[in-house]
């Protein structure tokens, strides 16, 4: 499955923005979705994850209460919508497909090229 990831941009602080990560070649219901981030100078994290029928949804505790990640299966795509984003918040996220619903990038086989997101005043 090839997985192309969108919506980043440059949002100020306590702003908005939804990403959506897009599947083509196989049907995205057949994989766990993870999204991961990694800022500048810093190895790349676990942020959200979503199984296969979106039944059940993770999250790292620094994104909490203020992320949420969704899926259209029928659309092959999966979303990821952040709120009162911060300036750490800045970073390349990356949307990831695989058969185990994990907080491990390895565990996940098939990855979007990235989105940037940079929170700035």
């Known amino acids: 499955v090839q997985l192309q990831a969108s919506g980043g941009g440059l949002v100020q602080p306590g702003g908005s923005l939804r990403l959506s990560c897009a599947a083509s070649?196989?049907?995205?219901?057949?994989?766990?979705v993870g999204w991961f981030r990694q800022a500048p100078g810093k190895e790349r994290e676990f942020v959200a994850r979503?199984?296969?029928?979106?039944?059940?949804?993770h999250y790292a505790d620094f994104v909490k209460g203020r992320f949420i990640t969704s899926r259209d299966n029928a659309k092959n795509t999966v979303d990821l919508q952040m709120t009162s984003l911060k300036p750490e918040d800045t970073a390349i996220y990356y949307c990831?497909?695989?058969?185990?619903?994990?907080?491990?990038?390895?565990?996940?086989?098939?990855w979007g090229q990235g989105t940037l997101v940079t929170v700035s005043s």
């Open positions: 990831a497909a695989g058969r185990t619903l994990s907080i491990y990038s390895y565990e996940y086989d098939y």
């Open positions: 070649g196989r049907t995205i219901s057949n994989y766990a």
């Open positions: 979503i199984s296969r029928d979106g039944d059940m949804m």
